[in-house]
């Protein structure tokens, strides 16, 4: 193929003849080689299809069965009947016996079928592609049947680089399917991307599929044999769009073994440390080109204009969109006149020039890392060009506006790590005179919302947020208004007012449901406190049983269970009679809440307790084993409940006094010490104090 006049030309991605993402519209820049009309396909032949149809439903039809469930004794049958079966379509598409079992299951006995339909082909049979040009290695590669991949290299590697459905290389159309395994195999067999099929637009669409379906051990290899694809900015806005590929794994062990219980099927190991590596790569080598180019990539393509903006192409309409703009302007006429009279110092508004509307970019990867809540993507651009702090968008707001917008606090929390320049950026305003309190003040994104249980617990974490954004600006602005005539606090409550009415109804329906369990417990303990297991001596009045050591774990268990009960009925009781002001979500409502659900299910466990006790008490001589048996179907509802309440009663507990953790965390990300460098000073102040206590003794 001929080398373009043009090496800079800029390329898009491949269609798929399906909507494109954001990803996909992201442009780069490499060298392309010129247009070439694609090769026709090698179909197989069309003799079974286009002749006698009784023979294609006597012989065509059990042979595409036979393919489809790997039946390989009833095929070997019509294929020795029938040896020019082996090389004809047996349906409209095109497709041959291999094409339909190379893309049907990954089981055993559709390997084997396809394994021993492979021995008894030739190299040339292998190459037949379908209508679509595809062959059975790009519809293996595309299912993931590895096995299946590999049999069909092995009998003809020059299939590797027969293109398929629009110029999809095979190993391009697993990664399209994010099949890794074939994937890490077909690149293995690729020799680097330096077959005959390759070129430097299709290695670039690789590279991007691979990181859009999290196949980050392929992309770092990709990049580190073909060096040119390394400053490939289009990986850098898809990376942007992936928080979940830098987020480290929990080092909860509860949590890890739940994730495992849960595991319906074996998942491919993290790759979070090969997502942050293939960044660092990229990033570095971004960062080594002229200020403005990367300024440049960071902004990305310009949107397309509005259809009000555009300038009409037809020269009857260019009239009609002229003589508009001279009938708006004559109307701003007398005020223009009469500004141009009162002197020199007045000010003229300047008519703007048709079709020179101004350009947005909404494809800024900075701003969609920060829309993303990407924290680990933004500290890595950060750390090799500090000055991204001063950035802003198309409405003059950094990515801490856009972090608050938001709710995203690991990126927000990078504002304590920049110093007093953090109070030079906090007082931007956008276009609409917002700054960083009214954004806060918006209610946000129901998503955000979602990832705290309960709506009071939401109204509570955006009180949190604007408590926290009101610290943080300057106090001259904590009561600036915007264009509307707001001020934070009213916009603040303006936005918030349904969300508040929700929470008021959300709390009294869990007030009053949790209040009538507490009271059924109350009313059950309170009357088994006086029909005590054994009953009374008659004579005296004191149970039978009070000498007992299980007695008395009864009658503990019983009465702790009744005050809890009482004092839960009591909590949820302040809650029903609350104001419900916009400051009781804060601290007043949840602490009431979390306080009567840990009565509450401290006076279950304690009335399981005295119920099992009973048991042990009656039957503790020659029937042990019933008691026992008792005791252990008791705590399934004890277990239950906690199971059950646990992300509640965990939610209003980190709401309410984790908040502190929220912002303002002690761990530095942006500029953090090392952890070596930290312990030695510390040895080193450990000694010398050490040091100096002995001299003073001696």
């Not at 946000?444 to 408590?467: H, N």
Request: proline letters at 5%; a positive charge; one cysteine or more.
């Amino acid at each position: 193929m001929a080398e373009s006049k043009q090496p800079g030309v800029q390329l898009t991605s491949i269609d798929e003849e399906k909507p494109v993402d954001q990803p996909q519209k992201d442009q780069i820049i490499v060298p392309v080689t010129a247009p070439q009309r694609p090769p026709q396909p090698i179909l197989p032949l069309r003799t079974l299809l286009d002749g006698n149809r009784e023979r294609y439903i006597d012989v065509g039809i059990p042979l595409y069965e036979a393919s489809i469930k790997g039946d390989w004794k009833t095929a070997k049958v019509i294929l020795d009947n029938n040896p020019d079966l082996i090389r004809c379509s047996i349906t409209e598409n095109c497709e041959t016996a291999l094409h339909i079992a190379a893309s049907a299951d990954k089981s055993k006995r559709m390997q084997d079928f396809v394994n021993n339909l492979v021995q008894i082909m030739t190299k040339q049979d292998l190459e037949l592609q379908n209508s679509t040009s595809n062959t059975a290695l790009c519809l293996a590669a595309a299912a993931g049947n590895v096995e299946m991949v590999k049999i069909l290299v092995n009998k003809n590697r020059a299939l590797l680089n027969i293109a398929g459905s629009q110029q999809m290389m095979p190993l391009y159309m697993a990664a399209l399917f994010g099949q890794h395994a074939t994937v890490e195999y077909l690149y293995n067999e690729s020799k680097g991307l330096r077959d005959d099929g390759w070129n430097p637009q299709n290695r670039g669409w690789l590279l991007q599929k691979c990181v859009e379906a999290n196949l980050f051990d392929i992309a770092l290899k990709i990049v580190t044999d073909r060096s040119e694809l390394a400053s490939d900015a289009t990986v850098l806005g898809i990376l942007a769009r992936k928080p979940d590929a830098f987020s480290g794994e929990t080092s909860n062990i509860l949590k890890k073994i739940l994730a495992f219980a849960r595991r319906s099927k074996p998942r491919p190991p993290k790759k979070d440390g090969e997502a942050l590596k293939l960044l660092r790569i990229i990033w570095k080598n971004i960062a080594k080109k002229p200020k403005k180019e990367i300024d440049d990539i960071l902004r990305g393509q310009a949107d397309p204009p509005k259809k009000d903006d555009r300038l009409p192409y037809n020269k009857e309409d260019q009239k009609l969109h002229l003589l508009k703009l001279i009938s708006e302007h004559m109307v701003k006429m007398p005020v223009q006149i009469q500004k141009l009279t009162a002197g020199p110092s007045a000010s003229v508004t300047r008519v703007p020039s048709m079709g020179n509307a101004r350009k947005t970019y909404s494809s800024r990867i900075l701003f969609i890392a920060a829309e993303m809540g990407n924290t680990e993507f933004i500290v890595e651009l950060i750390r090799v060009y500090p000055d991204l702090i001063w950035k802003v968008n198309d409405n003059n707001q950094s990515i801490f506006h856009i972090a608050v917008k938001h709710r995203h606090e690991g990126i927000y929390n990078l504002l304590y790590e920049i110093g007093s320049m953090k109070d030079l950026i906090t007082p931007l305003r956008d276009e609409n005179d917002n700054n960083m309190l009214h954004l806060v003040g918006k209610s946000a994104k129901q998503k955000r919302l979602q990832d705290v249980s309960g709506v009071a617990l939401q109204m509570q974490r955006e009180l949190l947020w604007f408590k926290e954004v009101e610290e943080m600006i300057p106090p001259s602005y904590r009561e600036r208004r915007n264009k509307d005539g707001l001020t934070p606090h009213e916009l603040f409550t303006k936005e918030h007012k349904d969300l508040l009415a929700q929470g008021e109804k959300w709390m009294k329906e869990t007030s009053s449901q949790c209040m009538v369990v507490a009271a059924l417990i109350a009313t059950i303990v309170f009357a088994a406190a006086f029909t005590v297991p054994g009953g009374y001596n008659q004579s005296s009045g004191i149970p039978i049983f009070h000498s007992e050591v299980t007695f008395m774990v009864f009658v503990v268990a019983d009465a702790i269970s009744l005050f809890a009960s009482a004092a839960s009925i009591l909590m949820f009781l302040s809650i029903l009679t609350s104001r419900y002001a916009e400051r009781d979500f804060l601290q007043s409502l949840p602490q009431k809440l979390m306080l009567g659900l840990a009565t509450l299910f401290l006076s279950i466990t304690t009335m399981t307790i005295a119920f099992s006790v009973s048991f042990f008490v009656l039957y503790k001589n020659g029937l042990v084993w019933m008691p026992i048996v008792i005791s252990l179907f008791a705590v399934m509802p004890v277990v239950l409940f906690a199971w059950l309440q646990y992300p509640l009663l965990g939610d209003v507990g980190r709401s309410t006094y984790g908040s502190r953790y929220l912002f303002r965390p002690k761990k530095r990300m942006l500029y953090y010490e090392n952890r070596r460098s930290i312990i030695m000073r510390f040895f080193s102040r450990c000694s010398s104090v050490t040091f100096g206590l002995f001299k003073a003794r001696k």
